[in-house]
């Protein structure tokens, strides 16, 4: 019983991890999920940093790897 559990679990994560992988309709690269921290200059002269998941592939991948 244990094993069925486990091996069910297995099954999950794995299609899991397949469906989060998309490929691009433009250039076909596998898209990839990535933290990218953007600067935003806030009113007083103080600077903000905001966390973004960006999604990256050929096309957009010279923009945010600067
Ligand atoms: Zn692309």
Not at 3 to 29: I, M, N, Q, S, Y
Not at 39 to 61: D, H, L, P, W, Y
Request: a positive charge; glycine letters at 8%.
């Amino acid at each position: 019983m244990a094993k069925r559990v486990t091996k069910g679990f297995a099954d999950k994560t794995a299609k899991a991890l397949r469906d989060t992988k998309r490929h691009c309709a433009v250039c076909g690269e596998p898209i990839e999920m990535i933290k990218h921290v953007v600067t935003q200059q806030a009113g007083g002269g103080s600077i903000r940093f905001k966390e973004k998941m960006v999604a990256v592939c050929n096309c957009n991948r010279s923009e945010v790897y600067k």
